[in-house]
Structure formats: C-alpha cells, structure tokens
Nanobody, 119 residues
Framework: QVQLVESGGGLVQPGGSLRLSCAAS???????????MSWYRQAPGKERELVAD????????NYADSVKGRFTISRDNAKNTVNLQMNSLKPEDTAVYYC?????????WGQGTQVIVSS
C-alpha cells in the first residue's frame, strides 16, 4: 500500500524559509518515478489548492502564481522523495501542506504537515 509521509512543517517568521519533504513508500508494479508528484495546501476555511507539481518524466514543474519565484519543487526518484523549498514566506502561506502522488486512477495523499507563518 502506497504511503506518503510529510515532514518539515513548523512555525516561521515572515520572510523566512522552510523545506518540506515527502517520503513515499509501498509502490509495487508502478514505481514512484512514474507518478506525478504534487504539493497542495489548505488554509483554514479555504479549499485545498495546488501549490506545485513535478512531472514523472523530465522533471517539468508547475507552480501556482502565488508561489512562483519563492517555492521550488524537486524530486529524487532514487530515494522516493519529493521536496518543497519555500523561501520568502508570507503569512498567507499559512496552511496544512499535503503531498500527492497521481498516475491515472491511482491517487494518494499524505496526512499533511502544518506551516504557520507569523511574527
């Protein structure tokens, strides 16, 4: 069974940085490298939104306009991990951040990690 475990969240001051990591395991006939990996976030009272994703082949990345130039998504297929480097954090980045793995009908979520940006 596929399992995604996020880590790296916490409390940070505005302008600070955090690095989120997602460790993936349990892949069988479809390996980690074949999944599109994404980070989503959900702020209190708001819908879950896509923050960034990275393709299974070629490492093509896509970002929400609100995080472009500040966040960087990366993946290590040898280690089955995907990371989100978050710089110049703003209070509006406060949310629970979720890791997602998607390929066709196979769609998996982690439990989330809380990020709070506050002075």
């Amino acid at each position: 069974q596929v399992q995604l475990v996020e880590s790296g969240g916490g409390l940070v001051q505005p302008g600070g940085s955090l690095r989120l990591s997602c460790a993936a395991s349990g892949f069988t006939f479809i390996t980690f490298s074949n999944y599109v990996m994404s980070w989503y976030r959900q702020a209190p009272g708001k819908e879950r939104e896509l923050v960034a994703d990275i393709s299974s082949v070629g490492g093509v990345t896509n970002y929400a306009d609100s995080v472009k130039g500040r966040f960087t998504i990366s993946r290590d297929n040898a280690k089955n991990t995907v990371n989100l480097q978050m710089n110049s954090l703003k209070p509006e980045d406060t949310a629970v951040y979720y890791c997602n793995a998607l390929r066709g009908p196979y769609n998996y979520w982690g439990q989330g990690t809380q990020v709070i940006v506050s002075s």
